[in-house]
């Protein structure tokens, strides 16, 4: 289902959106200081932006994603690494493979969440670490405007489906992660900037969002450019920029 929702904009994905998502990204790599051959699996790895950072920082990068068209990608942008097309909930690596594990926005989409943590456990070494970003409070997001447009052209959502926001919520992430056996769960949120240049740059990044396809199948393409347009108006600058102020949660944990 991922591969579909993912593939009809990877371009503009892989040359506007998952940037967006850089003040994540150097957090990231800020706070786990990476040092050679430091064995780093990112699950969810897009087009491969994350993993190239990672990977000029010296870690040994193996990338695992639902799309295919992203695995294309990130093999493009960093062509030392492993990527592989796969499923987060059934991980093809050998127990304690790897010394971190990442996901950015990636793990909320799982079919079932708590299947995709454990195996996350299972393929971290003694003492590995866990680093998660999802979506901070619907509050802190002015995103939350855009999400909840786009989702209101998607047909019913069915029960126990898992939306964007869902480890966000009730401190669920470090609930689970407490259960199946992590510790020194550490969670700090951070401040994140969507600039982009002008109006046609953040149609065509924001068109790019997986729920932006499914809108797309269920009521045309055009009535879902006219709300994203609409989205996009409140947020226009003086200089022409487009902005969206957000806030992203990061959990750290150890196995």
Known sequence: MQNKIWGNSYRDWADIQEEKSKDGYHFVLDSLSLKDCVRLLDVGCGTGVFSKLASDMGAIVTGIDASTVFIEEAGIRLPTASFLFGDMEDLPFEDGSFDIVCGFNSFQYAASIENALIEAKRVLGRNGKLVIMVWGKKEDCECTALLKAVGA???????????????????LLEQTLSKIGFHKIKTTDISSTWDYADTETA????????????????VGIEKVKDTIWNVIQPHLQDNGHVIFYNKYRIVMAEK
């Open 203 to 218: 149609l065509k990044g924001l068109m790019s969002l997986g729920a932006v396809s499914k809108a797309i199948e269920n």
């Open 153 to 171: 052209l998607l047909p019913p959502v069915p029960t126990g489906h898992y939306g964007p926001f869902a480890l966000s919520e009730n401190q």
